[in-house]
């Protein structure tokens, strides 16, 4: 079993930034491909960013193209989400999913963390 924590949320101002982290424990000897997906109240999940464990190959959706980056450390088990030049449509609840077969899988979800993007 794997478990997966998100942190780094919070509240920024429009055209700020904020770098989330995704930290996987437990049976973590399997390396695995990293999706972050957020939701937005009355929305439908959607995937924001992925990246490959085998070839570090990303994908990124393209409504944050261009301002989010993804990456991961193996030896700490962490990937992260570079966030800049946010936006209020930004807002949304930001979650973490692992997979150890397919690119932007979701075998293993984490708790979500909040994002916020006001003045």
């Known amino acids: 079993q794997v478990q997966v924590v998100e942190s780094g949320g919070g509240l920024v101002q429009p055209g700020g930034s904020l770098r989330l982290s995704c930290a996987a424990s437990?049976?973590?000897?399997?390396?695995?491909?990293i999706a972050w997906f957020r939701q937005a109240p009355g929305d439908e999940r959607e995937g924001v960013s992925c990246i490959s464990n085998s070839d570090g190959f990303t994908y990124y959706a393209n409504s944050v193209k261009g301002r989010f980056t993804i990456s991961k450390n193996n030896a700490k088990n962490t990937a992260y989400l570079q966030m800049n030049n946010l936006r209020p449509e930004d807002t949304a609840v930001y979650y973490c999913?692992?997979?150890?077969?397919?690119?932007?899988?979701?075998?293993?979800w984490g708790q979500g963390t909040q994002v916020t993007v006001s003045s």
């Open positions: 437990g049976d973590t000897h399997n390396d695995y491909n």
């Open positions: 999913a692992l997979s150890s077969r397919h690119l932007c899988g979701t075998d293993y």
